[in-house]
Structures are given as structure tokens and as C-alpha cells.
């Protein structure tokens, strides 16, 4: 196993562990993760010695440990860019009364990374945090593709899309047209198509020429009712422009430390986690100072 192939198959692993607090098994995990179970319990028994995972001594189902929780912990304090992010998302919820969250994509599939819960009983807070979901189903998968190389997406996604198809889309080419419309209004929206009943409508996070997240708020779709979506998508766009802002600034803050010229710019697929950030947040949104 190559060492590159053996950094995927533990990253796979980890995100396929942290998708389930409750704790998994090793058949869970290879089935999840696509790994085969052989290679799945010599990386579960590697993090489990390194204390990243711990192993119920009966049952042997894994949890991210209390280790590695503390030592993110320490890294996404609230002047970081991933709790500016935070604070959009709870402000986004608050306004929308309803769940917001934000997405990165990991194809065929959206990963949700974080989420802030909407004041109802009945909304997609109650879903585990992080969790996989088909791209072509969900506010933020279109979203995210909208801005993607419709050739590359073709790539990745047809496979996956003829294994798994949508009603609402005739064939492949009917999908790629949706797409081409989200990227000219700027924002997507899924009506019963995740599941029957879930409304979300998402933007795409612009971090200079990227687009690494998208930003979404979701419900039920008696609340969020198709003539809330026009106002509900000029939040979510704002919200979004607000993280995007931040980011970018905050990795320019983080490539130059001194204002000076030549240094290279970390990628933009990364939560930059630098307390430098504070100040390019306040620049990128004199509001946060008020917070």
C-alpha cells in the first residue's frame, strides 16, 4: 500500500467513525469506507494505539476518542476561522428559524462539517454531525458541483448518478442543466428530493477562485414553503459571502504574516485555524465586533 493510498484509506476510516457517535464496528466500517475489513482493522488497531480512537472492550465498536476531540479543540477556539463560521451559521439559523449548516464536497457524496440546530423539534439538527450524503440530492451537492468542470463532474458523478437516480432529473444532461442554472442565479435549492417532506436551499462559499464549502438551511417543507425560498436564498448567499470573506482574508493574513510579497498561499479547501484571523474577520465584517 503506497503511502499516499494509506493516508486516504485512515482519513476514509476516521470520517466513516466520526459519522457515528454511538460507535461502529469493524464490518460497519469497511462497508462504509469501501476498505476491505482487513485493512480497515490494521488502521482502526494503529489509531486505537495512537489514542485517536477508542474500542469498547466488549462490543469492540470505535469512537473518536476524548483525546483528539480536546486536541481540536484547542485549535477551533472562537478567533478562529472555523468559529467565525460558527457564529455565521447561528446567526443564519436564528434569522431563518431553522437549521443552518455547512458542507464540503467529497465526491460521489457532501460531507456536513458543521451545524447549528433551528429552534423546532422537527428539523435535520436531529442528524449526526459529520455525515455523508449524495451530492446530486442536496442544496449544497448542486451548490458545489455549479462551480465545478462540468467534464470532471461527468467523471465523478455519472457512475454514481446511474446507480442511484434522482426523479427529478430525466438523464445526467437534465442534472448538468440544473447546475448551469444554480451558477447563474447563485444559489440551488432541493424540494423532496433528499427525502420526501426535507426542503434546503444552499450558496456556494467563494474563497477566491474556489469554491471548498457551501452553506445551507434546511427544514420541512410545510415551513419552508416555496414562497420563502427567495428571501431564505438572499440570507444563505449573505451568509455565505460573509464566511467566504473571512477565509480568504484570513489565509492572507496567514500567508503574510508581515505584509510582505512572495510567500505562498496556503489552499483554500482548508478552515484556516490561525489567531491572526481575528483581525482579518473584523476587517472582512465590522458586525463581528460587536460580538
Not at 83 to 103: F, I, K, N, P, Y
Not at 269 to 281: D, E, F, P, W
Request: charged share 20%; aromatic share 6%.
Amino acid at each position: 500500500m503506497s503511502d499516499i493510498g494509506l493516508v486516504q484509506k485512515t482519513i476514509w476510516i476516521l470520517r466513516a467513525v466520526a459519522a457515528h457517535p454511538e460507535g461502529i464496528g469493524l464490518s460497519d466500517v469497511a462497508r462504509a469506507s469501501g476498505i476491505p475489513k482487513a485493512t480497515c482493522h490494521r488502521i482502526l488497531g494503529i489509531l486505537e494505539r495512537e489514542g485517536w480512537l477508542t474500542a469498547d472492550p466488549d462490543s469492540r465498536r470505535f469512537r473518536v476518542s476524548l483525546g483528539l476531540l480536546f486536541l481540536l479543540g484547542g485549535l477551533l477556539d472562537q478567533e478562529s476561522a472555523y468559529g467565525h463560521a460558527q457564529s455565521v451559521l447561528r446567526d443564519l439559523a436564528d434569522e431563518a428559524q431553522e437549521t443552518a449548516g455547512l458542507d464540503q464536497l467529497v465526491p460521489p457524496s457532501v460531507m456536513v462539517v458543521a451545524q447549528v440546530q433551528g429552534p423546532f423539534l422537527i428539523s435535520h439538527g436531529l442528524s449526526p454531525v459529520p455525515r455523508m450524503l449524495p451530492a446530486w440530492r442536496t442544496s449544497t451537492g448542486k451548490a458545489l458541483l455549479a462551480w465545478q468542470d462540468t467534464e470532471n463532474i461527468r467523471k465523478e458523478f455519472a457512475e454514481d448518478f446511474q446507480d442511484n437516480p434522482s426523479e427529478k432529473f430525466a438523464d445526467f444532461d437534465a442534472f448538468l442543466a440544473e447546475l448551469a442554472t444554480i451558477r447563474e442565479r447563485g444559489y440551488s435549492v432541493a424540494y423532496n428530493e433528499l427525502e420526501e417532506g426535507a426542503a434546503a436551499v444552499a450558496a456556494p462559499v467563494h474563497v477566491g477562485n474556489s469554491v471548498p464549502y457551501a452553506i445551507w438551511i434546511g427544514g420541512p417543507t410545510y415551513r419552508l414553503t416555496q414562497d420563502r425560498i427567495p428571501a431564505l436564498a438572499e440570507s444563505v448567499m449573505a451568509a455565505a459571502a460573509r464566511v467566504g470573506r473571512v477565509l480568504e482574508m484570513s489565509q492572507r493574513a496567514t500567508a503574510f504574516p508581515d505584509g510582505g510579497a512572495g510567500h505562498p498561499r496556503p489552499t483554500s479547501g482548508q478552515l484556516i485555524t490561525q489567531r491572526s484571523v481575528r483581525r482579518a474577520a473584523t476587517d472582512a465584517d465590522p458586525a463581528t465586533t460587536e460580538r
